[in-house]
Structure formats: structure tokens, C-alpha cells
């Protein structure tokens, strides 16, 4: 075994840090995708309990928060999809296999029939990548 192998192993268990799984890369891409589309402002995965798995853009608090407000929505109510109409601003939550949660905030003006078959693309993407 090479000094880089042990190490890296060493410090996996040390600090709990798993490395990015090719899921998670994917998912990566894929919010990624979703966010170049025109007239997608932001767009974050959510876990089962409503935690913020990724966003895009990165680091966009106003993602995180928008995520966090969408998992208060009680799933025994809708299934499946879910638009919001604001006077900002349109937000589109898909349930997704896994428990997850994709959230995208577009603007007024943009194409949400164009940016729903992005969605329907990504999410049998997204809930194919589930074991």
C-alpha cells in the first residue's frame, strides 16, 4: 500500500469525512444544469428531513432559506409537484424518489413550460441514481 492510500484512509476515519459518491456528482451536475436554464434563479435538493443537500448557486443563502421554507410543506397534501405563484417570482418543488426534495425559484417572466421539461428530464435523471 502507498503513504497517499493510508493517509487518505486514516484521515476518512479520523474525521468521518466520506468522499463525494458519483451520485452526488451527478446530482451536482444536475442542479448545475437545471440553474443555466434562462430564467432559473436558484435551485437546492433536500433530503427527507428538510435539510439543504446542495444548492446552486453554491453558498446562496437565499436558496438554503427558500429550501428550508419548502420542507414545511406537509407531503400529505401534495404529491408530485408543486408551483408557487408570487408576485417576485415562481417556485417549482418536485418530490423526488428517496425522500428528496428539488426546489427551483425562476423569475416572473421566464418559460415554465420550457423549465418543466427540464424538470421532468432531471427528475427521472435524479430518482434513477436511487438504490
Known amino acids: ?61 437565499s436558496v438554503q432559506n427558500l429550501g428550508k421554507a419548502i420542507a414545511l410543506l406537509d ?16 417556485v417549482l418543488v418536485q418530490e423526488l424518489l428517496g425522500q428528496k426534495v428539488l426546489v427551483l425559484r425562476c423569475e416572473v417572466s421566464s418559460n415554465l413550460g420550457r423549465i418543466r421539461q427540464v424538470l421532468d428530464t432531471a427528475t427521472s435523471q435524479l430518482n434513477a441514481l436511487q438504490p
Not at 484512509?9 to 451527478?26: C, D, F, I, N
Not at 407531503?75 to 415562481?90: D, H, I, M, Q
Open 1 to 61: 500500500m502507498n503513504a497517499s492510500f493510508i493517509s487518505e484512509t486514516v484521515l476518512t476515519r479520523v474525521k468521518g469525512y466520506a468522499p463525494p459518491s458519483l451520485a452526488e456528482y451527478v446530482e451536482q451536475r444536475l442542479l448545475g444544469e437545471i440553474a443555466a436554464q434562462r430564467g432559473v434563479t436558484g435551485v437546492a435538493l433536500l433530503d427527507g428531513d428538510g435539510f439543504v443537500l446542495f444548492t446552486e448557486p453554491q453558498h446562496d443563502d
Open 75 to 90: 407531503p400529505k397534501f401534495s404529491s408530485g409537484r408543486v408551483t408557487l405563484n408570487a408576485e417576485n417570482g415562481t
